[in-house]
T-cell receptor
């Protein structure tokens, strides 16, 4: 079983839709959770960064962490064609270094005008 | 503020050669990590450097090595290149604090012929 599972998609939605992206994980030691967006031929861009359980909102983006279920989500409201990209979840354990992030394989999202 | 800068952006090598990739972190960031991204395996952690010392290492063969200089710039080296080393190599930097996330460069695309 992989430490982090993420549905690769592709996911296609119409402009204005609410998008839900999810990851599950198996290691209960994970405490920091991130969502990155990666456009073609570019590096991952940090969207959301959360510690432990709960919700975090930033503009059209909301990240949720449910540690009891080992499940994290990213919601995108009023999706735009510019949101078309691959979305990567990542996580790491508490303490130690900032490196050694464990990534999901990424979900490819396409938002159609 | 300039982001993480990686050079070169593209590189073509043949089997058996060696290659050196360079990364300049965000100003003030002393933690630098390297990742390999392939379609099959996704993003995988290679190693992390802090204050010129390797602090963490992923599960890659000894052909993959790195170093960090006193100005926090980092290089990674791959010797005896194999076809399977074709990938996007990403560098990420962060402040050295548990609640600080990593920020990525746009990577070096390495192709092995």
């Amino acid at each position: 079983q992989k430490e982090v599972e993420q549905d690769p998609g592709p996911l296609s939605v119409p402009e204005g839709a609410i998008v839900s992206l999810n990851c599950t994980y198996s290691n209960s030691a994970f405490q920091y959770f991130m969502w990155y967006r990666q456009y073609s031929r570019k590096g991952p861009e940090l969207l959301m960064y959360t510690y432990s359980s709960g919700n975090k909102e930033d503009g059209r983006f909301t990240a949720q962490v449910d540690k009891s279920s080992k499940y994290i989500s990213l919601f995108i409201r009023d999706s735009q064609p510019s949101d078309s990209a691959t979305y990567l979840c990542a996580m790491r354990k508490y303490g130690g270094s900032q490196g050694n992030l464990i990534f999901g394989k990424g979900t490819k999202l396409s938002v159609k005008p | 503020k300039a982001g993480v800068t990686q050079t070169p952006r593209y590189l073509i090598k043949t089997r058996g050669q060696q290659v050196t990739l360079s990364c300049s972190p965000i100003s003030g960031h002393r933690s630098v990590s390297w990742y390999q991204q392939t379609p099959g395996q996704g993003l995988q952690f290679l190693f992390e450097y802090f204050s010129e010392t390797q602090r963490n290492k992923g599960n890659f063969p000894g052909r993959f090595s790195g170093r960090q200089f006193s100005n926090s710039r980092s290089e990674m080296n791959v010797s005896t290149l194999e076809l399977g080393d074709s990938a996007l190599y990403l560098c990420a930097s962060s402040l050295d604090s548990p609640d600080q996330p990593q920020h990525f460069g746009d990577g070096t695309r390495l192709s092995i012929l």
